[in-house]
């Protein structure tokens, strides 16, 4: 077959999968699904975006601790002392990556005050465990509304200058997080 007639069949797959794919999601979604892919991406990326949709859409949400089998339990963290705790820390962000579960902004907590925030507010957490392979959920252990936290460890100069713009008030001092940590990130 020429190099022209297989672009053809590639390209022809490419719109039965589309087609596919749009009608899987109809039940999910309105009218704006058309008007908010179509024709702005190349069709491969469109389909990979509607498949991630889809995938959205089936996927369940359960706790946190239940994405694993056995569910992940956690021993409380007053019951550990701090050596041991460090160790059942780190097992738990390894097993937390493994599946895909990366955590962002720790290095303002101590060894125990991450722990139990995974322990308390990560793994009783209900979420959509989305079964895609480039899928990551990424679970920022900053409150939202700490932006003294945020802007004194985490906030790179255009967005200290930024919020300080915005509400006309000096940021707190730059400083280096006192808990570095080389967390694993997304693969």
Partial sequence: ???MGRSVIDEIDLLLDNARLRDELEPYV???LCEST???MPLRVENEYLASMLAWER???MPIAQWFNPPLALPPPDSLDDQTLHDV???TIRELHAAKIVLECTDHLS???LYTLIYRDILPSCEKKVDLPRNYLHWRCL???????WLRYYASPVERRRWQEEFDVDPPPSEDPPFPRQMPTRS
């Fill in 111 to 113: 060894d125990r005050r």
């Fill in 59 to 61: 996927a369940p949400a």
């Fill in 89 to 91: 820390l780190w097992r």
């Fill in 30 to 32: 309105d009218d704006s």
């Fill in 38 to 40: 179509g024709g702005r």
């Fill in 143 to 149: 409150d939202d509304a700490d932006d003294e936290t």
């Fill in 1 to 3: 077959m020429s190099e």
